[in-house]
């Protein structure tokens, strides 16, 4: 470290391991060397290592996981809610490899929750796909579609062949999302999707609840989905149009 240098000790060691992080030599997912090597290595205190840490952590770039170390998290990607495009082609779009597991497929009936977003009768029935998503080969949320197997027959065969949900309704429906509505909240993972997403049980999870429309304000789809927060940035693009309300516990509007 520069002694010379003007700029506080801890950001010199912020920035040098901001740089070995961009440059690849600390890749996602690596366990970085303890305080004491880092301490060893920049000629520094333990103090001095644990607020660069600290520092590092608060942008996102690393995680410190209690009894195991601290750990390179992947880039963090923004998606704009205004979009209407799918999970995959959002990631596609921003150079990435996305892709998709389907975990079950089944036919159910419609319960109260279903209906009301899907405006169909309880009962109904209705097809339902969950899938594991992943960009660039990383499990990164799971997603459960709802869709009226009136309006959409032989939907569970399709979607067996794990094209993007969004590309199976234009191409093989002729139906485009033109609108959507989403509800999001914050989950701590439990042990399955901990287990799925490959993160440690209580890190903070994105749930979001997504009803999408045609052109017609017809429902399409209805879905429930769990986002890794750590991956994912969430970017709301306001104008005049746009309406947002939050919520409280007991459902009481904000706005």
Do not use: W
């Amino acid at each position: 470290m520069n002694s010379k240098c003007v700029k506080p000790l801890y950001l010199q060691i912020d920035a040098a391991i901001r740089n070995d992080i961009q440059t690849h030599i600390y890749k996602t997912g690596d366990k970085l060397p303890t305080e004491t090597e880092l301490s060893e290595k920049y000629k520094v205190s333990k103090i001095t290592i644990r607020k660069a840490m600290e520092k590092l952590s608060q942008d996102g770039l690393v995680q410190k996981v209690q009894g195991k170390g601290t750990f390179v998290l992947p880039k963090k990607e923004k998606v704009v809610l205004s979009e209407a495009k799918g999970f995959a082609d959002s990631l596609s779009s921003r150079g990435h490899l996305s892709g998709q597991k389907i975990l079950s497929l089944k036919s159910i009936s419609a319960d109260q929750l279903i209906s009301e977003r899907l405006e169909i009768k309880v009962g109904s029935p209705v097809f339902s796909v969950k899938r594991l998503m992943l960009a660039d080969s990383r499990p990164i949320g799971t997603d459960r579609i709802y869709v009226s197997e009136a309006r959409f027959p032989d939907f569970l065969q399709k979607a067996a062949s794990e094209r993007p949900f969004y590309h199976i309704f234009k191409e093989d429906y002729e139906t485009e999302i033109a609108s959507s509505t989403m509800e999001i909240n914050g989950l701590p993972a439990d042990d399955d999707s901990a287990a799925l997403l490959e993160c440690v049980i209580g890190d903070p999870l994105f749930y979001i609840e997504k009803t999408a429309y045609d052109e017609k304000h017809i429902p399409i789809h209805f879905s429930s989905t769990l986002i890794r927060c750590d991956s994912i940035t969430y970017v709301v693009e306001t104008n005049k149009f746009l309406r947002m309300e939050g919520r409280t516990i007991d459902g009481q509007s904000l706005t």
